[in-house]
Nanobody, 120 residues
Framework: QVQLAESGGGLVQAGGSLRLSCALS????????MGWYRQAPGKQRELVAA???????NYADSAKGRFTISRDNAKNTVYLQMSTLKPEDTAVYYC??????????????WGQGTQVTVSS
């Protein structure tokens, strides 16, 4: 069973920084990509940033220039460094892993979510 353990959320003032971490454990064949999504109250879950096993990154427009996603393949851990935070970044942030199961199909796994609150 694959598990994603997130950490690093919290309360920060506007303009501040936070770093989220997500560690992947369990049995899987290979990882296609890992990423971060967020969901604010009353809104749909949206992609923030993702990174493939080869290191290719993808960012939401709202995250470009302020957030940086990185990964440590040896530790199966992905990080999201968030800077110049804004109140509109307030949301529950979810770690996601797109993994190949080895059975001919991919599967998405989700963490439990970590709250990020940015005060004005």
């Amino acid at each position: 069973q694959v598990q994603l353990a997130e950490s690093g959320g919290g309360l920060v003032q506007a303009g501040g920084s936070l770093r989220l971490s997500c560690a992947l454990s369990g049995r899987f064949f290979s990882i296609n990509s890992m990423g971060w999504y967020r969901q604010a109250p009353g809104k749909q879950r949206e992609l923030v940033a993702a990174i493939t096993s080869g290191g290719t990154t993808n960012y939401a427009d709202s995250a470009k220039g302020r957030f940086t996603i990185s990964r440590d393949n040896a530790k199966n851990t992905v990080y999201l460094q968030m800077s110049t935070l804004k109140p509109e970044d307030t949301a529950v942030y979810y770690c996601n892993c797109n993994a190949y199961t080895g059975l001919g199909y991919n599967r998405h796994y989700w963490g439990q979510g970590t709250q990020v609150t940015v005060s004005s």
